[in-house]
T-cell receptor
C-alpha cells in the first residue's frame, strides 16, 4: 500500500495526558498537512510542512500542540495536557508541490479524551 | 459570515433522483474550488474540481458563479453508493495549497 498512513487509528486517553500521532506520507511527496475534524464539521487546517520546514500554522494550533517532520519524511503531531475539546479525527494529507487540491488523505487518527 | 457555507441537509432521496448541493464562499479572491466526498468515519476524497466554465464527470456536474461566489454540485440518477457527506472546499487565500472545508451536506439515497 503506497498511500498515506497514520498511526494509531484510534486513541483513547484521559484528560491531561500527552498523546502523539504519526503520519507517513507518500514517499515522493514533499508537502505534508495536518487537519482536524470534529463531529459535524468539515476538516480544519492545522499546519503544513514543505520537506522538514513547518511553513504555516493555524491559530487552532495552540501551544499545547506541536508538529514535527524532522527528516522531511514522516511527521508527528503531539498534544500535551489533552482536553476533552481535543477529541476529534486528526487527518494527515500529502502532496507534491505545487498542487491546488489534496488528493491523498490518510485514514485519520480518532482521538477520544475522557 | 463563515468562509464556506453549505446547505444544512440532510438530503434523503430515492434512487434515481437528481439532487443539487449549493455552497457559497466569502472571499472573492478565492481561486480554486472543489467538491469532496466523505463516507462515514472515513477520510475525505476528492470528487472533482470546479471550473468557471462548469464541468461534468459522468453523473456529476459542478458549476461556479464567481460573481455570486456560489458553487454547486448536481448528481443525476443517484445511486445507493452516492450516500455520503459532500464537502464544498475552497483554497485558503494567502496560503499555498491549504484548503477551507465547508461543514458538508449529508446525502442518503434510499432504495
Amino acid at each position: 500500500d503506497t498511500g498515506v498512513s497514520q498511526n494509531p487509528r484510534h486513541k483513547i486517553t484521559k484528560r491531561g495526558q500527552n498523546v502523539t500521532f504519526r503520519c507517513d506520507p507518500i514517499s515522493e511527496h514533499n508537502r505534508l498537512y495536518w487537519y482536524r475534524q470534529t463531529l459535524g464539521q468539515g476538516p480544519e487546517f492545522l499546519t503544513y510542512f514543505q520537506n522538514e520546514a513547518q511553513l504555516e500554522k493555524s491559530r487552532l494550533l495552540s501551544d499545547r500542540f506541536s508538529a514535527e517532520r524532522p527528516k522531511g519524511s514522516f511527521s508527528t503531531l503531539e498534544i500535551q495536557r489533552t482536553e476533552q475539546g481535543d477529541s476529534a479525527m486528526y487527518l494527515c494529507a500529502s502532496s507534491v508541490t505545487p498542487t491546488g487540491d489534496l488528493r491523498y488523505f490518510g485514514p485519520g487518527t480518532r482521538l477520544t479524551v475522557l | 459570515r463563515k468562509e464556506v457555507e453549505q446547505d444544512p441537509g440532510p438530503f434523503n432521496v430515492p434512487e434515481g433522483a437528481t439532487v443539487a448541493f449549493n455552497c457559497t464562499y466569502s472571499n472573492s479572491a478565492s481561486q480554486s474550488f472543489f467538491w469532496y466526498r466523505q463516507d462515514c468515519r472515513k477520510e475525505p476524497k476528492l470528487l472533482m474540481s470546479v471550473y468557471s466554465s462548469g464541468n461534468e464527470d459522468g453523473r456529476f456536474t459542478a458549476q461556479l458563479n464567481r460573481a455570486s461566489q456560489y458553487i454547486s454540485l448536481l448528481i443525476r440518477d443517484s445511486k445507493l453508493s452516492d450516500s455520503a457527506t459532500y464537502l464544498c472546499v475552497v483554497n485558503m487565500v494567502g496560503s499555498q495549497g491549504n484548503l477551507i472545508f465547508g461543514k458538508g451536506t449529508k446525502l442518503s439515497v434510499k432504495p
